[in-house]
């Protein structure tokens, strides 16, 4: 599949995202990179990272997933778009837009049972002894 329009990401996309808020689980991954071109590197010994510092500004490659793995490739949806650098201030208002939407929906994580974990380590038998007692019930105290 090609690259889609900066329009046909925007309405895949939401699409992506509103099929989500209908399921009980699952992933969306947004990636975003450089996109750099197969040209052969000119570095020397002064500057050894030349792909740092380009000419001219390269684009940016955006893709979209929905997080399914091999055992269901079929459900598999990958959207991918290509933002020139004249274009980025104007893709990244909107592409935050379309993702606030779409998240405002999820829900956060269950933590009671780490919280609890971390609530029982703090009051756990080294934290009756008091402060200043190791582990293996020792106190160093100076003695005059």
């Known amino acids: 599949m090609g ?6 990401f925007f309405s895949k996309l939401t699409n992506l995202f509103d099929y989500r808020k209908n399921q009980d689980h699952g992933t969306i991954n947004l990636v975003q990179k450089r996109l750099s071109y197969n040209t052969p590197s000119q570095s020397t010994d002064t500057d050894p ?3 740092l510092n380009p000419a001219t500004p390269l684009p940016v490659l955006i893709r979209a997933t929905n997080g399914k793995g091999k055992d269901k490739r079929k459900e598999k949806v990958k959207l991918s778009t290509i933002v020139e650098p004249a274009d980025l201030e104007a893709f990244y208002g909107r592409y935050a837009d379309v993702c606030k939407k779409g998240m405002g929906a999820l829900k956060p994580r269950d933590r009671t049972k ?3 974990q971390s609530r029982k380590k703090k009051t756990g038998p080294a934290a009756a002894r008091g402060p200043g007692v190791g582990a293996g019930g020792t106190c160093m105290m100076a003695i005059p």
Do not use: G
């Open 3 to 8: 690259h889609l329009t900066h329009d046909e």
């Open 114 to 116: 780490r919280k609890k």
């Open 49 to 51: 990272f030349t792909d």
